[in-house]
């Protein structure tokens, strides 16, 4: 009997045979994960999406010419401008911002505004409330969390924006 056995083991099986009903199943299989995989990467870009930059690149690009003459009476009026920025932990972050004159006087009458920006996401960007301590000096505590950041500085007089400094910084 165990002749037979091995008798047996040597017999060629026959090929599967493919059939119209399997590769229907194969393509629709496939099909199948494309769609679900497409509809997985639609909902992470939906969720993850910030928003745009500029909301009116027409606008935005009109605003160009004004925002070159500003620029260019900034650096007419040669403010010195000296930022400092703390971490003392937790995330908090204190910044400190000093203004002069050219002649070394200090700016005390302005409006500051600032802010942390986060350079891909805009839902993500930290107000300061900058307070005049006098001396030409301005502080803020916030709280932002590590990684790169946009700090925004804005100080403006009757209205009119005087100063504006952007610059990328890494938060410990």
Do not use: C
Request: net charge neutral; charged share 25%.
């Amino acid at each position: 009997m165990a002749h037979q056995d091995v008798a047996h083991a040597d017999v060629p099986r026959r090929p599967r045979e493919l059939t119209g009903r399997a590769v229907l199943l194969i393509l629709l299989a496939f099909f199948g994960v494309v769609i679900v995989v497409n509809v997985i990467m639609a909902r992470f870009a939906v969720a993850t999406f910030a928003g745009v930059e500029t909301e009116s690149s027409y606008k935005a690009g009109l605003a160009f010419s004004a925002e070159h003459r500003a620029a260019e009476a900034q650096v007419a009026r040669h403010w010195n401008v000296n930022v400092e920025l703390a971490s003392p932990g937790n995330e908090a972050r204190v910044v400190t911002i000093r203004v002069l004159d050219p002649s070394g006087m200090p700016l005390s009458q302005l409006t500051p505004d600032g802010r942390f920006a986060h350079p891909t996401d805009a839902r993500r960007d930290v107000d300061l409330d900058l307070k005049p301590l006098g001396d030409g000096r301005y502080r803020a505590t916030a709280v932002a969390g590590p990684g790169q950041w946009d700090l925004v500085i804005d100080f403006a007089q009757g209205g009119e924006r005087q100063f504006r400094s952007k610059n990328r910084v890494q938060l410990p």
